[in-house]
């Protein structure tokens, strides 16, 4: 489960944020809000794919692509998104959503 802060953001489940991996998921409620805010810290080297969707019965689409920087953006909420991140750096990459 995605760990929640008393500043309402959740940051993004994974065992082991220095190698590639996509992330469990973080599960928003889209009617409450009509925006979210997502932000990643990536070292040169890496990219993360915010991926999102409105039901599970549909595919993962991707939402904004980022490389080899950080990233602060709003984009418009979804009933879950996850992370897919390509990292060969070792160095962590840590992202996380508004909620």
Do not use: C, H, W
């Not at 993004?12 to 990643?40: C, E, H, M, W």
């Amino acid at each position: 489960m995605s760990t929640r802060n008393k500043n309402n953001y959740r940051v993004f489940p994974t065992p082991d944020n220095t190698i590639s991996y996509v992330s469990g998921s973080i599960k928003l409620d889209p009617y409450q809000n009509r925006t979210s805010v997502f932000q990643a810290d990536i070292p040169a080297g890496a990219t993360v794919v915010l991926e999102a969707r409105i039901d599970a019965s549909l595919p993962f689409v991707t939402v904004l692509t980022a490389s080899d920087s950080d990233v602060l953006q709003e984009v418009v909420t979804a009933a879950e998104y996850r992370i897919n991140v390509t990292n060969v750096t070792g160095n962590p990459v840590i992202a996380a959503m508004t909620i």
